[in-house]
T-cell receptor, first 113, second 110 residues
Framework: DGGITQSPKYLFRKEGQNVTLSCEQNLNHDAMYWYRQDPGQGLRLIYYSQIVNDFQKGDIAEGYSVSREKKESFPLTVTSAQKNPTAFYLC????????????FGEGSRLTVL | RKEVEQDPGPFNVPEGATVAFNCTYSNSASQSFFWYRQDCRKEPKLLMSVYSSGNEDGRFTAQLNRASQYISLLIRDSKLSDSATYLCVVNSYNNNDMRFGAGTRLTVKP
């Protein structure tokens, strides 16, 4: 079945460590997104990519980095520069950039100890 | 002021009840509107788009009021399986402009 796969589902990290969250899709979608969800807040856009080898900062890109070397893959690195990294991270993709329908992965829950 | 605001709830209703959620948005240039459903500790999934003329999908009805800048979701004959958080989403043009509300939590009880 087509879909978006995120890994790991749960991750614990010590302060000062970088961690990379994986996101793979086999939906043949051009656009991919990374969101962060915190309790009591809406999803906030970290980075997005509309095409391979291109990506743009979202609203809260500081302390994060991404790459888009393949259409199927859009990994997110949470660096030690991110002040409050503990959150639920959601990767999404869409077939077009203006339909409003996003397909989400199951999410990665990162906890910094 | 948040760009998209929702009553966080929780709304606790008995099975069979009718429940309505409202959502207000601040950007008058917003073009597209959606309701997503998110189950506990799961990813959001599109429930329905919201059209200017209003639209219905089974027990769910969505309305848009551009003049007052709010959208609504009505659920009739609530089922236990409707228990979830409902996210209001507003889009200006591109998907990277999508703004999510914090969600309204619904619990339907037997």
């Amino acid at each position: 079945d087509g879909g978006i796969t995120q890994s790991p589902k749960y991750l614990f990290r010590k302060e000062g460590q970088n961690v990379t969250l994986s996101c793979e899709q086999n939906l043949n979608h051009d656009a991919m997104y990374w969101y962060r969800q915190d309790p009591g807040q809406g999803l906030r856009l970290i980075y997005y990519s509309q095409i391979v080898n291109d990506f743009q900062k979202g609203d809260i890109a500081e302390g994060y980095s991404v790459s888009r070397e393949k259409k199927e893959s859009f990994p997110l690195t949470v660096t030690s520069a991110q002040k409050n990294p503990t959150a639920f991270y959601l990767c999404a993709s869409s077939s077009q950039t203006n339909t409003g329908e996003l397909f989400f992965g199951e999410g990665s829950r990162l906890t910094v100890l | 002021r948040k760009e998209v605001e929702q009553d966080p709830g929780p709304f606790n209703v008995p099975e069979g009840a009718t429940v309505a959620f409202n959502c207000t948005y601040s950007n008058s240039a917003s073009q597209s509107f959606f309701w997503y459903r998110q189950d506990c500790r799961k990813e959001p999934k599109l429930l329905m788009s919201v059209y200017s003329s209003g639209n219905e999908d089974g027990r769910f009805t969505a309305q848009l009021n551009r003049a007052s800048q709010y959208i609504s979701l009505l659920i009739r004959d609530s089922k236990l399986s409707d228990s979830a958080t409902y996210l209001c989403v507003v889009n200006s043009y591109n998907n990277n402009d999508m703004r999510f509300g914090a969600g309204t939590r619904l619990t339907v009880k037997p």
